[in-house]
């Protein structure tokens, strides 16, 4: 195995602390075996247990997906029963947004909050392990459901009064989802305290509030909703069983009924919006400036942005109930025109940031202007449905399944995939495929604008949702198959990915310098790839919200122009040699400094040989 290494220099470009001796030992520890996460503690195995378990709900979800595209690209009833696809969507919708997008969001917080704020580990290992067993077993407690003689709770994600009572739904399955999503909801509950705890009282001398790196300031955010939106849901779950198993009342007619558990649903509902939201605009916010080789634009304005979202998201919850007629219309649509604000605030930001920037596209940067594309598609649908007038004609229809997808699907999935190829040497120490990386995003992006883009023309043209079926008069036909097309391609996009994952793993290329992008800018790209045990052998200084940039480049930190690319040149005296663990092998090294103006892809990755 060939090393290549920046050597420590005081003042010069490549003062990473990582000895060839560290790259080595880095590269030859052993893994953690599989029942070692059984019994790990370990804020990074934990943060892979949560990874892999989400993605694991979120294949499962995606074959249900398939399923119901599949019954809709013809009329009439194909392979499933009315009953069997309301349990399709019910999981579906479940399975995506509170055991795939709620968990990956914490195991992304998991893996890099500790490591952005200069920590050994969380506030409290043992409660984050907690966390995970509480999310997964709850999780599996609502997929058991399948197993029941009646199936699996069919009276969608939303579970709307009175079709989540013991009348309309007897099942043991509806039972099992809502005991199963209360016991998960306790391990969100619990990740969140033990994320503030961190955040506020581990940071590293140095770090102050306004040095955080912004996707901290997002989880920061997140963590915070977590504990106001999910204790609403666990009461009003808890209070569902109780009318269900012991005849509580709760939710008659007489005493609120059906829009009592639609308030405290939406309550929580729309917060949990934002809960899987934040943390990867977060995600976003540290991908841009890296491939656009700037510092992040507005880093005051985007901590402000967040801060203002979080506080909007509880206040407009009534929105999802304008077609009652028992909601106060200009107070939830002027709240919700005016979340739109800070969210403009941030693509703001992000445009700024790559304004003037030397602009490479790498895998990650692809996913991050797809997120940006995507999501700002669902940001103007979300602006029209904020208008009461338009939202009494196209509620319950396809145009807001569109929108819905487009928003969550644009900002968890892309940006997750690209924090995924983002981080992958840092968690593995080996880099990803970059052409496996590129087909895998141009399939994900044609197969889901193909998917979901229609279906605004099918809700303006009348199509409700929730429907298993329709006329073959009906108009639906051409623009359903050309959705069911796309959503094939979609799931086929998936495979590249995984076979990507698992090649990348076992023979990609090996990460041996801290920061293989070679313009990182918070403090895990201060530390090996993979870090070690406890993240740091030594900390940078900290002076600003960029510690990594500045240690590796000192002689630009602290004059540089947030508006256009540094022009930064590596003297002789500063240019870093490369170093071989083998001597024999000097003369067969190469360079690696890959400067902001002179970036490289594959700088800082040799070949196993």
């Known amino acids: 195995m060939t090393i290549l290494h920046q050597p420590r220099e005081p003042g010069g470009a ?34 892979i247990l949560y990874a892999v378990t989400s993605f694991g709900f979120f294949l499962f979800a995606g074959v249900l997906a398939i399923m119901m595209r599949a019954e809709l690209a013809r009329p009439g009833l194909q392979y499933f029963s009315n ?17 795939f ?65 013991k009348v309309y739904s007897p099942g043991a399955g509806s039972d099992l989802w809502i005991v199963g ?33 912004i ?22 779950l808890l209070a569902l069983e109780a009318d269900r198993r012991f005849g509580a009342h709760v939710f008659d007619a007489a005493n609120g009924g059906a829009l009592l558990w639609q308030h405290l649903f939406w309550y929580f509902g729309h917060p949990e919006v934002y809960i899987i939201a934040l943390p990867f605009f977060g995600v976003i916010s540290e991908i841009l400036p890296v491939f656009s080789r700037k510092p992040l634009f507005g880093y005051k304005g985007l901590v402000f942005a967040t801060i203002g979202i979080a506080a909007l998201s509880v206040v407009v919850w009534a929105h999802h109930m304008f077609v009652t007629g028992a909601v106060l219309l200009p107070f939830f649509a002027l709240m919700s025109f005016l979340i739109a604000v800070p969210t403009g605030i941030k693509f703001f930001n992000w445009i700024g940031t ?33 208008s009461p007038p338009i939202d009494f004609h196209v509620s319950d229809s396809y145009f807001v399944v569109a929108h819905f997808h487009y928003v969550v699907f644009g900002t968890v999935v892309f940006a997750a995939y690209g924090g995924t190829y983002f981080w992958f040497p840092k968690v593995t120490g080996r880099l990803m495929n970059d052409r496996l990386g590129k087909i895998h995003f141009w399939t994900v992006f044609l197969g889901f604008h ?89 900390l940078p200084r900290i002076r600003s919200e960029r510690p990594a940039f500045d240690l590796h480049y000192p002689q630009a930190a602290g004059r540089i122009d947030y508006h256009a690319t540094p022009e930064i040149t590596l003297t002789p005296e500063t240019t870093p040699r490369p170093e071989t663990a083998d001597p024999a092998e000097s003369t067969a090294a190469e360079s690696t400094a890959a400067g902001p103006d002179r970036p490289a892809p594959e700088s800082g990755f040799r070949t196993p040989e």
């Open 14 to 47: 490549a003062d990473t602390g990582t000895q060839p001796a560290d790259i080595v030992a880095a590269h030859t520890r052993p893994r953690t075996p599989l029942l070692g996460y059984l019994r790990t503690t370990s804020h990074k195995d934990i943060a």
């Open 83 to 99: 009953e069997q696809y309301n349990q399709f969507f019910t999981m579906h919708g479940t399975l995506m947004l509170l055991m």
């Open 101 to 165: 997008a709620t968990p990956l969001a914490f195991a992304f917080a998991n893996f890099l909050v500790p490591l952005q704020i200069g920590a050994p580990d969380v506030a409290f290992p043992r409660l984050n392990a907690l966390s995970y067993w509480f999310f997964l077993f709850g999780s599996l407690t609502v997929i058991f459901g399948f197993l029941t003689p009646n199936g699996a709770a069919s009276f969608g994600w939303f579970a709307y009064s009175p079709l989540n009572s």
């Open 181 to 213: 999503l209360a016991v998960s909801g306790v391990g969100t509950i619990l990740g969140a305290v033990n994320m503030i705890t961190t955040i506020l009282t581990m940071r590293a001398p140095g770090m102050t509030m306004f040095r955080l790196p």
């Open 215 to 236: 996707f901290c300031w997002t989880f920061l955010a997140t963590s915070i909703l977590v504990l106001i939106a999910f204790p609403v849901l666990a009461a009003a």
């Open 354 to 386: 790559m304004w003037r920037g030397q602009l490479t596209f790498e895998t990650p940067m692809l996913f991050a202007i797809g997120f940006l594309v995507t999501f700002l598609f669902g940001g103007l649908t979300g602006v029209l449905l904020a």
């Open 450 to 538: 193909t998917t979901f883009l229609v279906q605004h023309w099918l809700g303006v043209q009348g199509m409700p949702r929730r429907y298993a079926d329709y006329g073959p008069n009906d108009g639906f036909t051409t623009l359903n198959t050309i959705s069911s097309a796309g959503s094939f391609l979609l799931a086929l996009s998936t495979l590249p990915f995984i076979y990507n994952l698992w090649h990348s793993y076992r023979k990609g290329p090996l990460a041996v310098v801290d920061d293989p992008w070679g313009y990182g800018n918070s403090l895990e790209w201060a530390t090996s790839c993979p870090p070690p045990r406890h993240n740091f052998r030594t």
